[in-house]
């Protein structure tokens, strides 16, 4: 499986951004999906994640009821809807693959793209 986002950019604070993460290679309808995101001088964390039915998301505290993370398994592809942006939100997002459903770490996760970076001006 061959990952590849796209979508990201500047925004201003408080405006929306839509992510996109396509398989260039192989298939991810039997998988479940997560994007993660790296800031300058920390830790890759989680965000968000969704089952390979959509019939499960799971968010991380902070983005709560402003991300939403969707799919389309005909499109091979997984978005992230991102609302109300905020200068904290900028960092390198990267979307993954995992055998197992729902899950919230790194470890989990098979495969990775390049990432994308997201910058929110204040």
């Known amino acids: 499986v061959q990952l590849v986002e796209s979508g990201g950019g500047l925004v201003q604070a408080g405006g929306p951004l839509r992510l996109y993460c396509a398989a260039t290679?192989?298939?991810?309808?039997?998988?479940?999906m997560g994007w993660f995101r790296q800031a300058p001088g920390k830790e890759r964390e989680f965000v968000a994640a969704?089952?390979?039915?959509?019939?499960?998301?799971n968010y991380a505290d902070s983005v709560k009821g402003r991300f939403t993370i969707s799919r389309d398994n005909a499109k091979n592809t997984v978005y992230l809807q991102m609302n109300s942006l905020k200068h904290e939100n900028t960092a390198v997002y990267y979307c993954?693959?995992?055998?197992?459903?729902?899950?919230?770490?790194?470890?989990?996760?098979?495969?990775w793209g390049p990432g994308t970076q997201v910058s929110v001006s204040s």
């Open positions: 993954a693959a995992n055998p197992l459903e729902v899950a919230r770490t790194t470890q989990n996760y098979d495969y």
């Open positions: 290679r192989g298939i991810v309808a039997s998988y479940g």
């Open positions: 969704i089952s390979w039915d959509a019939s499960r998301r």
